[in-house]
């Protein structure tokens, strides 16, 4: 005879069970079409170019050299890839100039937001989310017709005479910063709201009858009691900005390449799939950390409240 | 009477806030604008007309790239909200089980991995595929689309299930429903206004994406996006104005959908 307790786990396996065949279908779609590939560019990046592109079967390490180093072709001595460092150097600089721009830009309007009556929030959010969900390359493209020379603000300074010959604002680093801070202002501000529009007003007011100063209040209560919004928003920009792909290849021009581009380069006419891969892990390795980071902060700030 | 002191307001904030949402809208409006405008140059208005338009409507690589997105896109969306929906209903109002949080992070993975990444990841595999065997149809970006739609369809859908109460479902059985009937006619039912946002989520998703399609599809395979990329680089006219309005309109059409859908569940 079963007993009680049997009968419950055998029911509890069945149940566990099942769950798994359930999730299967989007487990294996995920790993088929996403993950797995990963795995092989892990693969790729120890391998050697091939002559027109692809790779031969052959173990190197070179492209992995080549991620940060350069072989000198005449002494065959190493040196640093200036080119490859320049890049990644302009990625990170321009990603951290996007999110401080975001969260410049995003905070005042996540805490208008959260400060309108409760019914009319969802019209200012729903102003928010149109353009998130707006095409990314027509945001771009966007951009790109107000940076133009013949464009929205180089008509303007013509107009107000602040200048008589349209400055070059195309194909720029500052261009590039524009476009990115315009994309991805919705994800600063769609997670700082979320944890502004939870803030205790009463806190607040506590504050003021302290005899607070409104920047005060700002600074010691507002900000604290938002931290966890402040530091999804900024790995919620951080992050894409770091990969970016489009909005450096339409604003930036040949020139001004991140590491997106980069990664690109070597699939296209660098016709060296080793180095790309390399890249590659060596983006997903730095998202990686900021992503750590992101989850090491979030529990412990789930800690101290709780 | 003095105007009372108000603990919410901040010095400047309405400004700046009032400037963000001028920003947002100023470069989209000036691309729709300029769409109307009846000139072959983008920069100076020469008055109202709906030629590029046409333009585009006689554009047969327009046409074919936008019935290629909406293929794709529809086919995606549908298989990922399917899946999704069946590993939502796995990992969900269960206790903790082994795997589980395996389960999440491998659904969500596609989140976590940029863009550009994955994309030349797929073109490692697909291109090797393509030669083993020969195919180089739609099915690669299907697969691809599918798989970067799932977390998008899974979290609403998860959402949606986390906050349905169990009780009516037990009582489905208490009456003697088997465990189909009780899907079919208590948990579907409640859990529908989640699938459809899912749906459109994972729907708008595939439409926007440029960089995997970019690196994924073989040649005459473009989508709407990875044509206009194309046409970017090589100069423009207001044709592609005219196209990004009639997809801004469209996308808004849906988000708007989406919102108050959203927003009537609650």
Redesign the interface.
């Known amino acids: 005879m079963a007993t009680a307790k049997e009968i419950a786990d055998k029911a509890e396996r069945n149940?566990?069970r099942?769950?798994?065949?359930?999730?299967a279908?989007?487990?294996l779609?995920?790993?088929?079409?996403?993950?797995?590939?990963?795995l092989?560019?892990v693969v790729?990046s120890f391998l050697t170019p091939g002559n027109y592109g692809?790779v031969k079967w052959q173990f190197s390490t070179d492209a992995w050299v080549s991620v940060l180093l350069q072989r000198d072709a005449f002494d065959d001595t190493l040196s640093f890839a200036s080119a490859h460092l320049s890049i990644f150097w302009r990625s990170v600089s321009l990603s951290a100039m996007t999110t401080i721009l975001t969260l410049i830009?995003?905070f005042?309007?996540a805490?208008?937001?959260a400060?309108r009556p409760e019914h009319r929030r969802?019209i200012w959010l729903?102003?928010?989310?149109?353009?998130f969900?707006?095409?990314?390359?027509?945001?771009t493209?966007?951009?790109?017709?107000?940076l133009?020379n013949?464009?929205?603000i180089n008509?303007l300074l013509q107009l107000l005479r602040i200048t008589d010959h349209p400055i070059q604002l195309m194909y720029t680093n500052f261009a590039v910063l524009l476009g990115m801070v315009?994309v991805f202002?919705?994800l600063m501000?769609l997670p700082l709201y979320a944890s502004m529009e939870k803030i205790d007003?009463r806190l607040?007011?506590a504050g003021?009858d302290l005899y607070a100063t409104?920047f005060q209040?700002?600074r010691r209560i507002?900000v604290p009691l938002v931290a966890p919004g402040i530091v999804a928003g900024s790995i919620l920009v951080f992050?894409?900005s770091?990969?970016a792909?489009?909005t450096p290849?339409?604003l930036g021009g040949g020139t001004n390449l991140m590491?997106?581009n980069l990664?690109?380069l070597q699939?296209g006419q660098g016709r060296n799939?080793p180095l790309?891969?390399a890249l590659?892990?060596t983006?997903?390795a730095i998202?990686?950390v900021a992503?750590l980071f992101y989850v090491r902060n979030m529990t412990r700030s789930d800690g101290s409240h709780g | 009477m003095a105007k009372r002191?108000d603990?919410?307001?901040?010095?400047?904030?309405?400004t700046?806030?009032m400037?963000?949402?001028f920003?947002?809208?100023?470069?989209?409006g000036?691309?729709v604008v300029?769409a109307f405008n009846d000139n072959e140059?983008?920069?100076?208005w020469k008055g109202f007309s709906l030629r590029w338009f046409h333009v585009a409507w006689n554009n047969t690589l327009v046409i074919e790239s936008s019935i290629r997105s909406f293929q794709i896109a529809a086919v995606a969306a549908i298989?990922?909200t399917?899946?999704?929906t069946?590993?939502a209903?796995?990992?969900t109002r269960?206790k903790p089980?082994?795997?589980l949080t395996f389960?999440y992070a491998?659904?969500n993975?596609?989140l976590?991995?940029?863009?550009?990444?994955?994309a030349?990841?797929?073109?490692?595999?697909f291109?090797r595929i393509k030669i083993w065997t020969g195919y180089s149809g739609l099915g690669y970006l299907i697969?691809?689309h599918?798989?970067?739609c799932?977390p998008f369809a899974?979290l609403p859908i998860r959402a949606r299930l986390e906050s349905m109460d169990l009780s009516l479902e037990t009582a489905a059985a208490d009456l003697y429903a088997g465990k189909w009937q009780a899907f079919r006619h208590v948990t579907l039912p409640l859990l529908w206004p989640g699938i459809l946002a899912g749906l459109m989520l994972a729907f708008?998703v595939s439409?926007?994406d440029?960089?995997i399609t970019e690196?994924v599809k073989s040649g005459g395979q473009d989508t709407l996006?990875t044509f206009?990329?194309g046409q970017?680089?090589r100069g423009?006219t207001p044709e592609?104005?005219a196209i990004?309005t009639v997809?801004?309109v469209l996308?808004?059409g849906?988000?708007?959908a989406f919102?108050f859908f959203s927003?009537k569940r609650t």
Not at chain 1, 29 to 38: D, R, T, W
Not at chain 2, 23 to 28: E, G, K, M, S
Not at chain 2, 41 to 44: E, G, H, N, Q, R
Request: hydrophobic share 60%; charged share 10%.
């Open positions: 149940d566990i099942s769950r798994w065949l359930l999730s279908p989007a487990l779609i995920v790993f088929l079409a996403a993950l797995g590939p990963l092989i560019v790729y692809d830009l995003g005042p309007t805490y208008f937001i400060t969802d729903f102003l928010i989310t149109i353009p969900w707006t095409n990314l390359l027509i945001r493209f966007a951009m790109q017709e107000v133009r013949d464009g929205l008509w315009y202002l919705p501000v007003f607040i007011e003021y409104r209040v700002l507002i992050i894409p770091l990969g792909y489009v290849r339409v590491i997106g990664i690109e699939f799939w790309g891969a590659s892990i983006l997903m998202v990686m992503l | 002191f603990v919410r307001q901040q010095n400047g904030f309405v700046i806030a400037v963000c949402f920003l947002l809208y100023l470069p989209i000036t691309l300029f140059s983008l920069a100076i298989l990922a399917i899946t999704a069946m590993a209903l796995a990992t269960t089980y082994r795997g389960k491998f659904i993975q596609p976590m991995v940029p863009e550009i990444v994955t030349v990841a797929l073109l490692i595999v291109s697969a691809a599918t798989a970067f799932i899974y708008v439409l926007d440029v960089v690196f996006p206009m990329l970017i680089r423009v592609i104005n990004s997809f801004l996308s808004i849906i988000v708007t919102f927003r």
